[in-house]
């Protein structure tokens, strides 16, 4: 139980053309979804928390015009990055709280890399 | 603010031998703290967590982990590793109190465990 996918797994694209990333979670309702960038070698830098329904809340330093958050429904949150830039190429990664408190564990998809040449 | 320090980048251990990883936390309030694990091109895993209650944690895979308030630490052990553990493993903390569901990542450390 408590899967999360993640389509597509890697994309590469064109500098100045956009990009969705779907992250579902599969066997459970996910309140809250939370979207990660992940550098080389690095941890995982948390980009805004999304709750189905509302508008996501942005991390300090993160442009909600450039990563589009939409979690229209409880099993599905999608990242849209718009006008790509090659400094936009990282690991995404997606999770979600199986609860609606505070002490649950996150489940995480397996990641999309994102190459923009 | 939340802050998580792991001090190694990598850990080198003996199969058979016991690991431990290292993880020290700050938060203002109490913690809620957290193991993750990611093998190669894989998501994290949850390993396990702290809530409250008893201070050593059991999780899956064999591992555990040692709430210590006074050192505010949180550090991963297996009294033996296996050659399969050899992964990436996170650390992460949530202030209970004040964090609301933000959960901050240690930079991670690498365990090698060689045959």
């Known amino acids: 139980g408590a899967v999360v996918s993640q389509h597509p797994s890697w994309v590469i694209c064109k500098s100045g053309t956009s990009v969705k990333i779907e992250c579902r979670s599969l066997d459970f309702q996910a309140t809250t979804m939370f979207w990660y960038r992940q550098f080389p070698k690095q941890s995982l830098m948390l980009m805004a928390t999304s709750n189905e329904g509302s508008k996501a809340t942005y991390e300090q330093g993160v442009e909600k015009d450039k990563f589009l958050i939409n979690h229209a429904s409880l099993t599905l949150s999608t990242l849209t990055v718009t006008s790509a830039h090659p400094e936009d190429s990282s690991f995404y990664i997606c999770?979600?709280?199986?609860?609606?408190?505070?002490?649950?564990?996150?489940?995480f998809g397996p990641g999309t890399r994102l190459t923009v040449t | 603010a939340q802050s998580v320090a792991q001090p190694e980048d990598q850990v080198n251990v003996a199969e058979g031998n016991p690991l431990t990883v290292k993880c020290t936390y700050s938060v203002s309030g109490n913690p809620y703290l957290f193991w993750y694990v990611q093998y190669p091109n894989r998501g994290l895993q949850f390993l396990l967590k702290?809530?409250?209650?008893?201070?050593l944690v059991k999780g899956s895979y064999g591992f555990e982990a040692e709430f210590n308030k006074s050192q505010t630490s949180f550090h991963l052990k297996k009294p033996s590793a296996l050659v399969s553990d050899s992964a990436l493993y996170f650390c992460?903390?949530?202030?209970?109190?004040?964090?609301?569901?933000?959960?901050?990542f240690g930079a991670g450390t690498r365990l090698f465990v060689k045959a």
């Open positions: 992460a903390v949530r202030d209970k109190d004040t964090g609301g569901f933000k959960t901050i």
């Open positions: 702290y809530i409250t209650g008893d201070n």
């Open positions: 999770s979600a709280s199986l609860g609606t408190g505070t002490s649950y564990e996150q489940y």
